[in-house]
DNA sequence: AATAGCCCCAACCGCGCTTCT
DNA sequence: GAGAAGCGCGGTTGGGGCTAT
């Protein structure tokens, strides 16, 4: 679909916003609410499109909104739920009252990036910056000296320091989990059970990353009212969720220890690893060579263990991690 | 004082998903 | 069921302010 067919039009006007054009948006909305955003700036006098009006609204204009800058607590809880959710920054800002997702992602890449580096910990996985190198050169050693790899660097120019990072552990794996939504309730402790049969072989062993030290979790998420069903989720099991986070989720496995639960979807591919697989795909294109022996991937965190789904009503789906 | 470089953040863009016709 | 319209999200961009030279 694309662009927005309203922004096609002529006369649109874009970039920042003047205060007359603030004025206008906040008094038609105070008055008459939102609707149908298409329709706002031709009923407010503005000329921008409903997607400019929108985005306006909620990131500056809302009276609801906190402004200044990021408390201690604010930051700690972005770390931390960013450890477990990972970029999805709607869901980040749905737990810190008056934030938006776009001010939350500005803070995160230009400050709270750097903090974490400064910590020696990579702000993308969470763990430390050491452990990531260390995996990078024993990729590197391990997988630089086969035929596939020779191949792979003279047909795509990349060179032995671009080669695909051996898949470690994803993560934010995607969880699904069954359950009926209309017994839910009931079913958190059936939740709970699949998520820690889910977490177990990941926790609890050997050459974990303790993030203790690193990252100071806080004693409550505080999950709040969302009208969506993952947030529903987090009200209603949050505290279970507090000790699974808290015992489990900030401790990482190295891939040779995971085992595949049968509800976990990893779906972690680094961008590198994906511009193999669309190089490789490429080449079972044009040969019948079987690359499926390729000892690089044969890795379980590349791997997708899909649960079969029902029916889609019965299905609870949760991005976790 | 001039200017180059950097950083921050508001706003835009493109895409996927849902709802409507 | 198909296509259009609308919405929301995450990634990216570019302009303005600040700092160093």
Known sequence: MGRHSCCLKQKIRKGLWSPEEDEKLYSHIIRYGVGC???VPKLAGLQRCGKSCRLRWINYLRPDLKR???????????????AILGNRWSQIASQLPGRTDNEIKNFWNS???????QRGIDPSSH????????????????????????????????????????????TFPLVEIQTCL???????VNIYNQIHQTLEPLGQKEGLCDYSSALHVTEKFGYGESSSNSCNWNCSIGSEMNNVLGIE???WASAEMVEAPTHVQINGVESRERKYRSWQEKQDMESSEDYSTYPLFHDLSGTCFNAPRGALASDFNMDFF
């Open 37 to 39: 955003w298409s329709s």
């Open 68 to 82: 200044g800058s990021f408390s201690q607590n604010e930051e700690d809880l972005i770390i931390s739920l960013h």
């Open 111 to 117: 400050c709270l990036k750097k903090k974490l580096r």
């Open 127 to 170: 763990k430390p910056l050491n452990e990531i190198k260390a995996e990078e050169d024993e990729t590197r050693m391990y997988c630089s000296n086969t035929d596939e790899t020779r191949m792979y660097c003279s047909n795509t120019g990349a060179t032995s320091e671009e080669l695909p990072i051996k898949p470690v552990f994803d």
């Open 182 to 188: 209309d017994s839910f309730a009931e079913d958190n």
């Open 249 to 251: 989720a900030l401790n």
